[in-house]
């Protein structure tokens, strides 16, 4: 029923069997470290790919979303199957690191190819390359996000052991998203005399498409390569022929949706995700033509991201040592998400600094830095409660699988470049924000509207998602008591096994 060894590679303490060597810093940093080429996409899809095709190229702001908004069909279709697939899977190098390798090219390829749409086409036609190449550009992403994120229970399955891991990824994750946006800001658009603000500027976006494709195609071959090692500790497919049939497939994904806490995760990580999605993809519009911010500016705020994780990664832990993974989740969206809107709260009030005061960016630089590292704290424990919902579901129906779960969750992760980006479209189109404005044209009504049509959208996604977190059940006491329960069931398999194979069996 298992592979070559128990259940997981427990760090803490040693299953039944041959002893699991612990997982090394070496191979902890190649395993966060793949999370950059997530990162990467996330913040190029999610905060530049709306303001390229409207801004820059000038499609309607409806046309981009719509058309990024309709690759969540294919997500849904593909990533239950990618996530079922990795769990059926047997190899050399088991049954995750075919996909993590094998999406390296294709990955990088697709994501370079997006921002190189050819001239002539219609908005129509230009509607249908942003759906094709962004739907080839996520399924890519998706055959490595999968499978590396469902390593996880299988690396660790202690409770706070994966809250560490999970805090270390999403660092990495941050460092992909905000330093490659602040390289990007600093380096690839800086403002020319023909462009006052550099992120309009269309030769940026040239040089901005091969880092992020190198990129990307270094961190995934890093995380494969780099945790190869720990391919004989972990668990492989189940016994041949389970789950092997279509019926199967889809009885396993749809089962999924059983688990209570799984729905409670799924409910949240869909609106939570979205938010990100909608801010990600209005954040260039409230800096340049809310805040009137210079290209240098919006980088130096990007860090405030990175110090945000940083600060995150070693709290995340002690926070649900404290409080609990649910409530941790809960409390530090809530809170984030009302830290971060205050700014724009304020000045849609004209309460705030104003466009040019020497304040104005170090406030937004402290705020940001607070709110996103209790934003990140959230995320990082919500992952977490994921891995554990896989042994709860292991025990509820003996199946042991991880890239279901985590298929669900990169398919919530892409609902920041769908439904985020389709809400963007929603708030720019009904506050009727213009295409190719230029900045100085931009009118305290056409901020009000954008404001007043940004803040209530962002707020009521973050509160009700948090709120569906309240049916999560799964504690540290019933996480370890379904542990036993696992490692008890597998003992009993096991010596039934060696009971049948020396009286049951014929000779061979």
């Not at 940093?29 to 999370?35: I, M, T």
């Amino acid at each position: 029923m298992s592979g070559p060894t128990s259940y997981s590679a427990t760090e803490d303490t040693p299953s039944a069997g041959p002893r699991i060597p612990p997982v090394n810093l070496r191979t902890r940093v190649c395993y966060g470290s793949g999370a950059i080429a997530n990162g990467v996409k996330n913040a190029a899809f999610s905060t530049y790919l709306l303001l390229f095709f409207n801004q820059v190229i000038g499609i309607p702001a409806a046309v981009v979303s719509t058309a990024i908004a309709l690759t969540l069909l294919v997500d849904a279709f593909a990533d239950p199957f990618i996530g079922r697939w990795s769990d059926l899977t047997r190899s050399r190098i088991g049954r995750r690191h075919p996909f993590i390798l094998g999406s390296a090219l294709p990955t990088a390829f697709f994501f370079v190819l997006t921002w190189f749409p050819p001239s002539g086409l219609s908005n129509f036609q230009m509607g249908l390359w942003i759906f094709a190449l962004a739907s080839l550009t996520r399924m890519s992403i998706s055959a490595f996000e999968i499978p590396s994120s469902a390593m996880t229970p299988e690396l660790t399955d202690d409770y706070a052991g994966r809250t560490k891991l999970f805090s270390l990824r999403y660092w990495f994750g941050y460092v992909g998203t905000f330093g490659f946006t602040a390289f990007s800001l600093a380096v690839f658009f800086v403002a020319t005399p023909e462009f006052e603000r550099g992120q309009l500027n269309p030769d940026g976006y040239v040089k901005f498409a091969f880092l992020g494709g190198t990129l990307i195609l270094l961190a995934i071959l890093v995380c494969g390569f780099g945790t190869l090692n720990r391919v004989p500790y972990m668990r492989q497919r189940d016994v041949l022929g389970e789950g092997a049939t279509p019926p199967s497939h889809l009885k396993e994904m749809f089962g999924a949706f059983r688990n209570r806490g799984f729905l409670a995760i799924f409910g949240f990580g869909v609106l939570k995700y979205t938010a990100i999605g909608l801010y990600a993809a209005t954040t260039l519009y409230f800096g340049t033509y809310v805040f009137k911010l210079q290209a240098d500016q919006l980088a130096l705020l990007t860090f405030d991201s990175l110090v945000a994780a940083t600060i995150a990664a070693p709290l995340a832990p002690r926070f649900s040592g404290l409080l609990g993974k649910r409530n941790t989740s809960m409390l530090m969206a809530i809170g984030g998400i009302m830290l971060g809107l205050s700014p724009l709260v304020l000045t849609y009030f004209d309460a705030f600094f104003r466009p040019g005061d020497p304040m104005l960016v170090p406030t937004l630089f402290v705020i940001g830095a607070v709110y996103g590292a209790m934003i990140a704290i959230s995320l990082i424990n919500t992952s977490s409660m994921l891995a554990d919902v896989v042994e709860d579901h292991a025990v509820r129906t003996g199946q042991h699988t991880a890239g279901v779960f985590f298929a669900a969750s990169s398919f919530m992760q892409q609902c920041s470049t769908g439904l985020g980006i389709l809400v963007a479209g929603m708030v720019l189109e009904l506050s009727q924000f213009p295409a190719q404005i230029a900045v100085s044209n931009v009118t305290p009504a056409m901020e009000k509207s954008l404001l007043i049509h940004y803040i209530p959208a962002s707020a009521g996604l973050w509160i009700i998602g948090a709120l569906c977190l309240l049916f999560y059940p799964i504690t540290e006491a019933s996480h370890r008591e379904n542990l036993q329960r696992l490692r008890a069931h597998e003992a009993q398999a096991k010596e039934q096994a060696i009971r049948d194979g020396a009286f049951g069996s014929p000779g061979r």
